[in-house]
């Protein structure tokens, strides 16, 4: 099984795919954790998107696309039985190009889901989040805190604050949402199906809202 998941930063794209990923057994490919790990790591990408990636702007679509084919063919190896993309494709080219991917490597898209939240509730949601700098998994100060605070329930470390989780950056990547990656929507519509989910319910709604999706 394949699935895109669309929707606005903020909009629960991690979250979801995470807990997809566990429940179907598919790979979770998120082109934002595989640049800010490049950042970390210091590499040669790390180093040349490393302010692309503070101030809400797209990394190019050369640069994201490699990291697509890498990921999407490593994800066959194992006992995946698939991948849920978050945070990919992100412009119309993107997508364009992922469908020449997908025929080149014998690939098809099952699902695409549109996580649809407010502005106002993303920018307040992304103020209060947190991630584990180690094992990356997400929190919310407001309506999803860790047991102790400052650390990770899952592997005890250190949680930590996305640089590009300030006020103005959050809305500057608003906007490069609305320009760049809404039009993908319309690309995909008639292509595939898409599934419009309200991503304003509490996590546990919206994953019961797609798992009834993808089981269809
Ligand atoms: P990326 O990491 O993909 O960021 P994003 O798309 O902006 O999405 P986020 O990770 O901010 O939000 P999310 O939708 O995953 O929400 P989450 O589940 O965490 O990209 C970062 C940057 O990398 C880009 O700006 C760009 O520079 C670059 N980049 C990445 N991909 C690229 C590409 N393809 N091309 C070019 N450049 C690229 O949830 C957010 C918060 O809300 C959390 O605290 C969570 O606990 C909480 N929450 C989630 N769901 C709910 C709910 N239902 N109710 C209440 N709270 C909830």
Redesign the pocket.
């Known amino acids: 099984m394949n699935i895109i998941i669309l929707?606005?930063?903020?909009?629960?794209?991690?979250?979801?795919?995470a807990m997809i990923s566990r429940k179907h057994e598919l790979a979770h490919i998120?082109?934002?954790?595989l640049?800010?790990e490049a950042v970390a790591e210091g590499t040669e990408l790390g180093k040349q998107?490393e302010s692309?990636?503070r101030?809400?702007?797209?990394?190019?679509?050369e640069?994201?696309l490699q990291l697509?084919r890498e990921a999407t063919s490593k994800s066959t190896k194992g006992n995946r039985r698939g991948w849920i993309l978050?945070?990919?494709?992100?412009?119309v080219a993107?997508a364009e190009s992922l469908e020449t991917v997908l025929e080149e490597i014998g690939q098809k898209v099952d699902s695409v889901i549109v996580?649809d939240?407010n502005p106002d509730?993303i920018v307040e949601?992304?103020s209060?989040?947190?991630?584990c700098e180690s094992c990356k998994a997400?929190?919310?100060l407001?309506?999803?805190p860790p047991r102790y605070e400052g650390k990770c329930d899952i592997c005890g470390h250190a949680l930590i604050q996305?640089e590009?989780?300030k006020a103005n950056t959050i809305r500057k990547?608003l906007d490069?949402?609305n320009d760049r990656t809404r039009p993908i929507i319309h690309f995909y519509d008639g292509r595939y199906r898409i599934h419009r989910i309200d991503?304003?319910?509490?996590?546990d709604?919206?994953s019961a809202a797609i798992a009834r999706l993808v089981s269809e």
């Open positions: 929707g606005a930063p903020g909009s629960g794209k991690g979250t979801q795919a998120s082109t934002g954790d640049l800010r998107v692309i990636l101030s809400g702007k797209l990394v190019s679509d640069v994201v697509i978050d945070g990919y494709p992100r412009t993107q996580l939240v509730v949601r992304l209060n989040r947190r991630t997400v929190y919310n407001l309506n999803n996305r590009d989780d990547r490069v949402y991503g304003t319910q509490p996590i709604e919206v």
